[in-house]
């Protein structure tokens, strides 16, 4: 079993910055993929950052120039940095870890945290 914790959400003013944090525990596992996914009310949860495990990046249209993906290994932790944030950013902001098992792969969710940008 492996638990994902999120922190880092909160409040800020249009132009602001946040960095989420995503700590993996439990069991000891190879990362795939690794992502940060976002969802607003009434809205589909939609990927706005993604880590592959040879290190391709990719970001959602609307963040490109503006979020960095990032991870550290010895602290088993993904970021999302988040720079110039505006208010159709604000969501719930959730990550996923994917675990490679023997007969393929497993996702795992943090428990979300939410980001509101004020106007």
């Known amino acids: 079993q492996v638990q994902l914790v999120e922190s880092g959400g909160g409040l800020v003013q249009t132009g602001g910055s946040l960095r989420l944090s995503c700590v993996a525990s439990g069991s000891t596992f190879i990362v795939s993929f690794a992502g940060w996914y976002r969802q607003a009310p009434g809205k589909q949860r939609e990927l706005v950052a993604g880590?592959?495990?040879?290190?391709?990046?990719n970001y959602a249209d609307s963040v490109k120039g503006r979020f960095t993906i990032s991870r550290d290994s010895a602290k088993n932790t993904v970021y999302l940095q988040m720079d110039n944030l505006k208010p159709e950013d604000t969501a719930a902001y959730y990550c996923?870890?994917?675990?490679?098992?023997?007969?393929?792969?497993?996702?795992?969710w943090g428990q979300g945290t939410q980001v509101t940008v004020s106007s």
């Open positions: 996923k870890v994917q675990r490679l098992v023997g007969w393929g792969t497993q996702d795992y």
């Open positions: 880590l592959a495990i040879g290190g391709t990046t």
